[in-house]
């Protein structure tokens, strides 16, 4: 199967916006992101991600001078965030906008711990993957488009109390767009996370759900999603993109989405953030795996994410020449057991106690290093 339906979808919508705004210089165009790098620490070789937490840093914003402070801030008054963000409206002035560049600010969140994380580290991850992932749960536990546990929970309660401390101590900006996966993970997160602040009446707390923020549609029952009818009953102010479909059309139960596709769909909805909405400070609540593709496409180093963790990124993107767009396959064939494995063994893989339908190696017998991992990344 060539191409991915969805992303043939994601470029469909890109003039509708809900604005009706469009990002006249790039029509016709590619866009070019790069990753600002000198703003915040996580960009930076020597900055490790493992065990990295936003909350001890003031999410990473290096303490520095920008070229604008001097006419902003001749007292020397000012916070940290509130020169930045003089800075960014300076580079977004209309002058680079017409040259076709912008930069926006994109806060990347991974969601709380859900079920599914702890399901994983009860089975182990070969076990996980070959079986357990795509059972519904186990009749105490329920992983299909799973809720956060309370773990989960107090990983957005503390994203909560930090952005509100940053908002009265550091004068931070308060976002002007918020996007989420349609995961119940991730739209349970953005809302502890945001729904109880009191906020400015121009920048409210009303998400736009899009499919192209997804975690990588593998098998695996945490990977489908809920019906909208699901979703605006649990939270009545979320708003969908433009041809959201009632059920899941997408998730397919004994195929996995390529990587290829996924990298794909992250650069597809990147192009149709920065193509429709002209915001510049942006939450985006997501997963591991979907951080990853994203970072990437941003064109910004390898920054893993563990659960309820935040990046931001401050983006430059710019309307190319077209690019052409390479061929791959969307899906891919996952093998299964269809009963508990009889052994897993970390690393290795699955013993089935029946033997499958399919001959690819059962997932997870690869061994490959976490970035890549599938499992963890949901
Ligand atoms: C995109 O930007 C990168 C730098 O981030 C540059 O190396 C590359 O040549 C650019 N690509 C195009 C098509 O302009
Ligand atoms: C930035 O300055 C603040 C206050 O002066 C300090 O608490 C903080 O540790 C500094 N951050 C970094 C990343 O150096
Ligand atoms: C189901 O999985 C959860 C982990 O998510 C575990 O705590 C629980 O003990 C499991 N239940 C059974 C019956 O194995
Ligand atoms: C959304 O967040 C609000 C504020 O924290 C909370 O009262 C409400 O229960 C949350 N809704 C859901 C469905 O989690």
């Not at 991730?186 to 923020?213: H, Q, W, Y």
């Not at 401050?314 to 690019?323: N, T």
Request: aromatic letters at 12%.
């Amino acid at each position: 199967m060539k191409t991915s339906s969805l992303t043939a979808a994601l470029l469909a919508v890109a003039p509708a916006a809900a604005t009706g705004w469009s990002w006249a210089a790039a029509h016709g165009k590619s866009i070019n992101f790069t990753s600002v790098p000198g703003y915040f620490v996580q960009d930076d070789e020597a900055t490790n991600p493992t065990g990295f937490d936003y909350a001890s840093v003031n999410f990473g914003l290096i303490n520095r001078t920008y070229p604008t402070d001097k006419r902003f801030d001749p007292n020397g008054e000012k916070t940290q965030w509130q020169r930045f963000e003089a800075y960014v409206k300076f580079l977004n002035s209309a002058c680079s906008k017409r040259r076709g560049v912008q930069y926006k600010l994109l806060f990347i969140g991974r969601h709380g711990e859900g079920w599914h994380n702890a399901a994983e580290s009860f089975y182990g991850t070969p076990a996980w993957n070959c079986y357990w992932a795509e059972q519904q749960g186990n009749g105490t536990a329920v992983w299909a488009d799973p809720l956060l546990t309370p773990a989960g929970e107090v990983e957005a309660y503390k994203a909560n109390a930090y952005f509100k401390d940053r908002y009265e101590t550091q004068k931070m900006p308060h976002f002007e767009t918020y996007y989420s996966s349609p995961l119940s993970r991730c739209t349970i997160t953005a809302n502890l996370t945001f729904a109880d602040m009191s906020l400015p009446a121009d920048r409210p707390f009303t998400p736009i759900v899009k499919e192209g923020f997804r975690e990588g549609m593998t098998v695996h029952t945490c990977n489908r999603r809920s019906s909208k009818t699901y979703i605006s009953t649990m939270f009545p102010f979320i708003q969908f993109e433009d041809g959201f479909t009632e059920e899941d059309e997408l998730w397919i139960a004994d195929q996995a989405e390529t990587d290829a596709a996924f990298r794909v769909r992250a650069k597809a909805v990147l192009d149709d953030v920065f193509t429709t909405d002209p915001k510049t400070w942006i939450s985006i609540t997501a997963h591991s795996g979907a951080a990853t593709r994203l970072l990437s496409a941003l064109n910004h180093r390898p920054f893993r994410l563990a659960t309820g963790q935040i990046i931001p990124v401050l983006v430059k993107a710019e309307a190319v020449a077209l690019q052409p767009t390479p061929s791959f396959d969307s899906h891919e064939p996952y093998s299964t057991c269809d009963a508990p494995p009889i052994t897993s063994i970390a690393g290795q893989g699955c013993v089935c106690a029946t033997s499958t339908s399919t001959s690819t190696p059962l997932p997870s017998a690869t061994g490959e290093p976490d970035d890549e991992c599938p499992a963890d990344d949901e």
